[in-house]
């Protein structure tokens, strides 16, 4: 490659991260409004503890949460984790889809459906639920994203259908105390988003890393058995694994030498 289109690919690249922080920092506004209430689109944004209005300065993503110390300027409580969690993890995540997509229809759903699904990962990790909306939302969203990518109605059925009865299953059998019904729809959001093929490895990703995660926390003592899993954030995190790299992760597994 010459080096003056390395240098356009780099500056487009640097504007698609930028893009990826803003709309982090409008996620995470759609997080507080779902979960506190407030238009989404009105009202300038405040510190939720002193409730002063936000200075243009505090709200550059990133950059003002380390210029702040992670603290807010006028009453110096801490500003949460979240927020610069999700600007960075949405700016990532959106260059990665950007390198594999181009700008096209395919980068642009899967974007969307990226952001369904951080909303989801962020709102279940901190608050415990699964917002139906969100779901509902990015159930359309990534059955138009796998039409575009080719993927058969017979796949996506199928995938939706191990999605519903593998939680499902677990809901009758513990009478809800394992499962809620929330889980029950994000089961069938990864069918749809994934085909059958991709649902089954995010359900085994999340299990498995839900496993490690837990046990770890009960080891070091930073959790009980019997607390609850936050686990649409597992369920989201394995989505957007198998989203990006089902297709080498299964084609990784097929080779290992392995009985099953
Ligand atoms: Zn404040």
Request: glycine share 10%; aromatic share 12%; proline share 3%.
């Amino acid at each position: 490659m010459e080096s003056s289109s390395v240098a356009f690919q780099l500056v487009v690249n640097f504007g698609v991260v930028l893009f990826g922080l803003a709309l982090g920092s409008f996620l995470n506004v759609v997080i507080y409004r779902l979960m506190h209430g407030g238009s989404v689109a009105l009202g300038r944004s405040a510190c939720p503890h002193c409730k002063k209005t936000l200075a243009p300065a505090d709200l550059i993503p990133l950059a003002s949460f380390v210029a702040l110390g992670g603290r807010c300027r006028s009453c110096k409580k801490p500003i949460s984790w979240q927020y610069p969690l999700v600007e960075f993890l949405t700016a990532v995540l959106t260059l990665v889809l950007w390198n594999a997509y181009g700008l096209t229809l395919e980068w642009a759903l899967a974007v969307a459906l990226l952001a369904f699904l951080i909303v989801t990962f962020t709102i279940d990790l901190r608050y415990r639920v699964i917002l139906d909306g969100v779901v509902f939302s990015a159930m359309i969203v990534a059955t138009l994203l796998s039409l575009v990518q080719g993927r058969t109605a017979e796949s996506l059925l199928l995938g939706a259908g191990i999605g519903f009865a593998f939680f499902f299953l677990q809901y009758a059998i513990s009478k809800g105390r394992w499962i809620g019904g929330g889980d029950i729809r994000l089961g069938v959001l990864i069918g749809l988003a994934l085909g059958w093929k991709g649902a089954l490895l995010a359900l085994v990703l999340a299990y498995l890393s839900g496993s490690v995660i837990a046990i770890t926390l009960v080891a070091t003592k930073k959790r009980a058995w019997k607390d609850p899993i936050p686990f649409g954030t597992f369920l989201t995190a394995a989505t957007v694994t198998a989203l990006l790299a089902g297709d080498q992760i299964i084609a990784w597994y097929l080779k290992l030498p392995l009985l099953f």
